[in-house]
């Protein structure tokens, strides 16, 4: 009898949870074939705890079943599962993936299904690569901060680079976030004459970008604090 009642719900699950049945393949689909799932499996499936199967419960992005009082997981809870847990792996908000679930319950395909997932990932990795780039620029100023006081302005003149106006300009117009087209337009130059003047204040200054020329230029009091 309770079997039944296990494969009453299984069949259930899609329907009464008012979700469409297209979600992005995450992994061997064999995975949903273990359904139903009461709690304790659920969690162990995905290494998680009771507390976080009730917390995405509440926030509408599993749609778990009654058998009495204790809650029954269906297949489509378990393929949902997996794009939840896909995205938190990787560092997506809540926020994000509760928007992103309910397009794909909006999907009318597998393949608008996939395309939707493959637009979340490409938008987090466009996130994690700009991430990654003010991390590396901040690891770079905190070297030459650290390193600050063998190349402070109390230094006689000789051993500091002599700039030209053309390159001071550049190297403030810099530290105000300007780059590329906007950069060249603002300092009156072509883009190839912009890419030989960055070359020749990194050469000038000893450093390996133009983040780190302008954060130089600064701690060696070349230009205004």
Same mark, same amino acid.
């Given at each position: 009898?309770?079997?039944?009642?296990?494969?009453?719900?299984?069949?259930?699950?899609?329907?009464?949870?008012?979700?469409?049945?297209?979600?992005?393949?995450?992994?061997?689909?064999?995975?949903?074939?273990?359904?139903?799932?009461?709690?304790?499996?659920?969690?162990?499936?995905?290494?998680?705890?009771?507390?976080?199967?009730?917390?995405?419960?509440?926030?509408?992005?599993?749609?778990?079943?009654?058998?009495?009082?204790?809650?029954?997981?269906?297949?489509?809870?378990?393929?949902?599962?997996?794009?939840?847990?896909?995205?938190?792996?990787?560092?997506?908000?809540?926020?994000?993936?509760?928007?992103?679930?309910?397009?794909?319950?909006?999907?009318?395909?597998?393949?608008?299904?996939?395309?939707?997932?493959?637009?979340?990932?490409?938008?987090?990795?466009?996130?994690?690569?700009?991430?990654?780039?003010?991390?590396?620029?901040?690891?770079?100023?905190?070297?030459?901060?650290?390193?600050?006081?063998?190349?402070?302005? *109390?230094?006689?003149?000789?051993?500091?680079?002599?700039?030209?106006?053309?390159?001071?300009?550049?190297?403030?117009?810099?530290?105000?976030?300007?780059?590329?087209?906007?950069?060249?337009?603002?300092?009156?130059?072509?883009?190839?004459?912009?890419?030989?003047?960055?070359?020749?204040?990194?050469?000038?200054?000893?450093?390996?970008?133009?983040?780190?020329?302008?954060?130089? *230029?600064?701690?060696?009091?070349?230009?205004?604090?």
């Amino acid at each position: 009898m309770q079997t039944d009642v296990f494969c009453n719900t299984r069949n259930n699950a899609t329907a009464t949870s008012g979700v469409g049945s297209f979600l992005p393949r995450v992994s061997d689909a064999a995975i949903a074939m273990q359904a139903p799932l009461a709690i304790a499996d659920m969690a162990d499936l995905f290494g998680v705890t009771h507390r976080t199967l009730h917390f995405y419960e509440e926030k509408g992005l599993i749609f778990p079943q009654r058998l009495g009082a204790m809650r029954v997981y269906g297949s489509d809870d378990i393929r949902r599962m997996e794009v939840i847990c896909a995205c938190r792996e990787i560092g997506i908000s809540l926020v994000a993936i509760q928007e992103l679930m309910q397009q794909l319950g909006e999907a009318s395909s597998q393949e608008e299904a996939d395309m939707l997932f493959r637009t979340a990932l490409e938008t987090r990795k466009r996130e994690l690569t700009a991430d990654m780039s003010t991390i590396h620029r901040q690891v770079q100023q905190i070297r030459l901060l650290a390193n600050g006081p063998t190349r402070h302005p *109390a230094h006689s003149p000789e051993t500091l680079p002599v700039l030209i106006d053309i390159e001071r300009q550049c190297l403030l117009l810099m530290t105000d976030g300007l780059k590329g087209a906007e950069l060249a337009k603002a300092l009156g130059l072509s883009s190839d004459e912009l890419l030989d003047l960055e070359d020749r204040l990194i050469k000038k200054l000893g450093v390996a970008n133009r983040y780190q020329a302008a954060a130089k *230029a600064h701690i060696l009091g070349i230009l205004p604090s």
